[in-house]
């Protein structure tokens, strides 16, 4: 099966500029995640939906990152003004979801969106 | 909050030997993951542990998990050029916090002639 795919995989801007990142789960995968990896470190959430529902964006910094996913497949995560420190890598994940095999499934990521702010 | 420490955070071995890689995690964790990742890359699932006492192999790799010492290991045996990439775990939850993993630094290994 085809793995999660997202583009664009580099993107360099300057900071206050806006920044957009896509992302095409699994086929018939209903969760969707978004993590950002700094340089060195592992992944750390942002966002979370089942379905188009974001259940869990509590990691989320809300003054300039905004996420959506219509129709419950493709999903995009956007940045607006981007900072220095945004540098990093956006992984976008998914898994059946919560009622597969008892709420245990694997985390299937996608290749990453390296992000450079100047 | 659930913490994760993993150790060593820099492992270079010789091929041929052994070597193990420590996780542990500060709160009770419902499931333990442990990732690969070569550089550049993405991560790939290598093992899902679920209950206390699980051992998965894969290959030179194997893994385990002891809940009550909430510490899982993975072990490698007979390294291999193939295994060097970083290595992380990550704890996770059900119920309402289904999905979050929490993830550990990573222990970048290098297998060396």
């Known amino acids: 099966e085809a793995g999660v795919v997202q583009s664009p995989r580099y993107k360099i801007i300057e900071k206050k500029q806006p920044v957009a990142f896509w992302c095409n789960p699994i086929s018939g995968h209903n969760t969707l995640y978004w993590y950002r990896q700094n340089l060195g470190q592992g992944p750390e959430l942002l966002i979370r939906?089942?379905?188009?529902?974001?259940?869990?964006d509590s990691q989320l910094p809300k003054d300039r990152f905004s996420a959506e996913r219509l129709k419950g497949v493709d999903s995009t995560l956007k940045i607006q003004p981007a900072e220095l420190g945004d540098s990093a890598v956006y992984l976008c994940?998914?898994?059946?979801?919560?009622?597969?095999?008892?709420?245990?499934?694997?985390?299937?990521f996608g290749p990453g969106t390296r992000l450079l702010v100047l | 909050e659930l913490k994760v420490e993993q150790n060593p955070l820099f492992l270079s071995m010789q091929e041929g030997k052994n070597y193990t890689i420590y996780c542990n995690y500060s709160?009770?964790?419902?499931?333990l993951y442990w990732y690969r990742q070569d550089p550049g890359k993405s991560l790939e699932s290598l093992f899902v542990l679920l209950s206390n006492g699980a051992v998965k192999q894969e290959g030179r790799l194997m893994a385990s998990l002891d809940t009550k010492a909430r510490l899982s290991t993975l072990h490698i045996t007979a390294a291999v050029h193939d295994l060097s990439a970083t290595y992380f775990c990550a704890g996770g939850f059900g119920g309402t916090s289904y999905g979050k993993l929490t993830f550990g630094q990573g222990t970048i290994l290098t297998v060396h002639p």
């Open positions: 939906y089942e379905n188009e529902e974001a259940v869990d």
């Open positions: 709160t009770t964790s419902d499931r």
């Open positions: 994940a998914s898994s059946r979801g919560q009622g597969a095999r008892g709420g245990k499934e694997t985390q299937y």
